[in-house]
């Protein structure tokens, strides 16, 4: 029996990842802040599942939060073969918009909180000669627009690099790359989404399916999802400069207002 870890596990895409690892047969380390939520999700999973839920409620914005989720993973006597740095959030507003302390709380969530519980886990997995990290970053890591985009810009090439030096270690690390997903997201950011068009959505049951057969074939950058790519491919053929321009333009358009 394999123990998989996921932060943001109540909403969304870390619901997606907690009920497809579930069934999967994994026991599960739930973490996220609201307690209640946490509870019912556990019960509902070892219910339907049989597996073992444990429940972690951590803020990762903060140093304590960020520290009990580290010290469950380097805990070798209930190790954990799979962590999914998954939580995160948006803010609403184009730069200096949005205040400095929104923007800190951003970083400390997308990027310190996933370099530490990506270095405790690997630590331990390092030593064990196996597991997993997938750390979910977006397809707006590829665009240079806003500060979620260069958050999100971190966290693929934190991973890509620490694939890279980890590399016959038997320890996997892939950064996920999410399109725009039906979730609590833009809701809890107050974005508004009705200009997105319908074929831009994808289903999070699905993105987490191709997700981990990315992670099983051994890829350090997913993009899960054939849409996204051919938008990804094309977007690497216009000057970096063109981009940025284009980004603003269409995100206007039609991205979450
Ligand atoms: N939805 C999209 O279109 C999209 C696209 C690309 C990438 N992503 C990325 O996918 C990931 C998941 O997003 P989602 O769309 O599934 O969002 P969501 O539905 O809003 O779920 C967010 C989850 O993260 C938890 N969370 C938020 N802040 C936290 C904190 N400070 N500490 C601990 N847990 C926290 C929430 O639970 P609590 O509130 O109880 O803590 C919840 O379980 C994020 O990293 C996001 O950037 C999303």
Partial sequence: MTTALITGSTAGIGAAFARRLAADGHDLVLVARDAKRLREQATELHDRHGIEAEVLIADLAEDTGIESVATRLGDRRNPVDLLINNAGFGNKGRYLDVSMADELKMLKVHCEAVLRLTSAAAEAMRERGRGGVVNVASVAAFVPRGTYGASKAWVVQF???????????????????????????????????????????????????????????????????????????????????????????????????
């Fill in 159 to 257: 991973t890509q690099g620490a694939a890279r030096d980890l590399a016959g270690s038997g320890v996997r690390l892939m950064a996920l790359c999410p399109g725009f997903v039906r979730t609590e997201f833009h809701e809890r950011a107050g974005m508004g989404t009705d200009n997105i068009p319908g074929w831009m959505w994808l289903d999070a049951d699905k993105l987490v399916a191709s997700g981990l057969d990315d992670l099983a074939r051994g890829k350090a950058v997913s993009i899960p999802d054939p849409r996204y790519k051919v938008l990804l491919g094309a977007a690497k053929l216009v000057p970096r400069g063109m981009l940025g321009g284009i980004s603003s333009r269409t995100g206007r358009k039609y991205g979450p207002q």
